[in-house]
DNA sequence: TTGAAAGCGCTAACAC
DNA sequence: GTGTTAGCGCTTTCAA
């Protein structure tokens, strides 16, 4: 009766490979392998007969073992720097959805902003993995080459690095600038305050400058533009916009732009609980990505969407994974327009499509 | 010229292997092995001399090939239902990291409410994981025997599966919904609702339960306890405050206990912006996870925060990573008791933790 | 400390 | 359509 105070364990079984299969179905281990894969010479027959073998013994096929002779995994590595901003995580859960469901799987790595990515990236190359999705970190040019020269392509996501032979996929992040840009001029805005995520971050760039180019074209003049930097993250959007409005003696701008949904609701929430102002009345406001929280009660934001679905279609098809042999092409840039989300942080109605199209 | 504007291709170039290493640096194969394992017996001259011929290769050794040999793939698979939770997130990015700094990775697989788990494990099995880590998703007892016959432990994760002979690690919900009563209590609330999360969850289960009992032992009757489903999710408790404040003829209950943040942000939303009511005055508000929202602006909750650091050194435990011949625990259950949060949805100020810890 | 050789479990020619 | 056989790139006895 002592045995049962003590925990209990699990007792390890020799592991069945495709030779016990073999040899209780009556069939040769290569005729297994076949009735594995998908297209192969097998006769519905053998292969019945294998598979209620393979089930009486519980057989899973080893896949380290076949992708040792394949060369293929069905492996994708993921880099991704944080997971803070709720966009990388519909990302991250997109992507591993539309893997898993041609039957492949995401191996996750992370690289912070001080991690040093070159290492990172030799790990990933031990893996063998056939493709690689990068987000938020930036890769050496040898390490790209060497990623490469092994025949394993390398895709940025929402991250565009110039002169890099990787290729890139992203939101067409200077057209949705611009789109918001008319939309607060014809909502009558005059001032205008942004906040950008990182200097060195290329989507932040690209959103500014693409807005700030069709403030310029409507003639608005540049001390009409107020600058405060946020980090890309919901803390750094609230201590951009405490600079912006400590101690004030100016007026209000008319808007303000966040180069990302996470930084504008930040600085929403600073703006109501702590200044007691109120958007749109007091000041509008606009931003990007789409994320969920964007259209919560307290933030109904007017974003420009990240094309999700389109982004990692894309990226898929970049990735040639059903067909390895046909080489990797370099450099490669694709970026997608993604739509206007009109909600409660811009008054007025939404300028129509035809309107939009021609910016 | 023609060439410039032809996409450019990167040339796959033929495998290095340990025996091109050995080859150049004037040793033998396994020499090589040697030198790119841990605790060998291999002189530091040599292994200078194979690491020097490495880098000049850019050998990186394949962990596919050394995974077939030593059976251990250094992959860790965690199965997630959905990432809509934040906590998950922070979950997944806090394993993710962990393991990674002990030169593991996880391989995420998806499985939704709808999906037939028992598929995804069959997925994960062939990957020849070193462990798996269950969320949100239920596990058949055949899948997690075939699991545990081929020595690979599984741990769920914040879920606890009675009967089953998994493992489980998971915050002390019940005494965290004991806490929070007491805390709702102390602040003079007699009249209580809850959202619960799923009914055949467990955590939502327990949470509600301590929380119950500790209003029943200080004489709460049945009739002033009210209870809506909201599906752990931010728009299940904005559909379930809805429906407990929708024509209401009753007066408003004194407290709301959430079993989760997100459901709670969902729930203070309504209620502030389509009820115009304030917390805590008009309704005190208590929940569980701190996830870094719940610290946000609009919110201040006063939660039970989930010890996510000490709950995943106990997985890690738990797992046995590196003595796997030791064999896999079956049916552990490890309830981590999580703190008390403090902020501003209850009135006053927390009860001191001798008080606390006397419950 | 080092090298030779036998696998790990599977796939993919190649014969039949 | 099926069986035979030679690897995939590595680790690990076993001898030297």
Redesign the interface.
């Known amino acids: 009766m002592d045995q049962v105070t003590r ?7 020799p ?1 069945v490979t495709s030779f016990d299969v073999a040899a209780l179905a009556g069939v040769s281990q290569s005729s297994v392998s076949r009735a594995f894969s998908k297209r192969s010479n097998i006769s519905e027959d053998t292969r019945q007969k294998i598979f209620e073998a393979a089930r009486k013994l ?1 057989y ?6 076949s ?2 002779t394949t060369r293929r ?1 069905n ?1 994708i590595a993921l880099i991704i720097g ?3 901003n ?1 966009f990388y ?2 990302m ?2 997109a992507f ?2 539309r893997l ?1 469901a041609e039957g492949r ?6 690289a912070g902003p001080d991690d040093d990515t070159d290492a990172v990236m ?2 990933v ?4 993995v056939d493709g690689i999705i990068v987000t938020q970190a930036r890769l050496s040019m040898r390490m790209t080459g ?1 990623s ?4 394993i392509p390398i895709i940025f996501f929402n991250r565009y690095v110039p002169g890099s ?1 990787a290729s890139c996929v992203r939101c067409d992040n200077a057209a949705g600038g611009r789109v918001l840009a008319e939309c607060l001029l014809r909502a009558g805005a005059k001032s205008f305050a942004m906040i950008a995520g990182e200097a060195r971050a290329t989507t932040s760039h690209d959103r500014i400058s693409g807005f700030v180019e069709r403030l310029r074209e409507s003639g608005v003049r540049p001390q009409d533009i107020e600058t405060a930097e946020g980090f890309s993250t ?1 803390d750094g959007g609230v201590i951009a916009i405490q600079k912006l409005l400590k101690d004030r003696k100016a007026p209000l701008p008319d808007a303000l732009f966040c180069i990302n949904d996470i930084m504008a609701m930040g600085a929403m ?2 703006m ?3 200044y007691g102002l109120s958007v749109p009345t007091d000041i509008m406001v606009a931003s990007f990505d789409n994320i ?1 929280e964007s259209g ?3 933030y109904q934001l007017t974003t420009i969407e990240q094309p999700l679905d389109a982004m990692i279609t894309e990226t898929l098809k970049l990735l040639h994974l059903d067909d390895p042999g046909s ?6 840039d694709r970026p997608i327009p993604g739509p206007l989300i009109w909600r409660a942080t811009i008054p007025g109605s939404a300028p129509d499509a035809a309107t939009l199209a021609t910016l």
Chains 1, 2 share one sequence.
């Open positions: 925990p209990k364990h699990a007792v390890p079984q592991r519980n899973v096929p080893n896949s380290i073992a992708s040792l995994s492996i944080d997971l803070k709720p995580v519909r991250l859960h591993s959805e898993q799987q995401i191996l996750a790595f992370t030799m790990r190359l031990q893996y063998q060497l490469h020269e092994r025949g032979d919901y929430d600073v109501t609980h702590s969920p919560r009660l307290p080489g990797i092409e370099l450099g490669l």
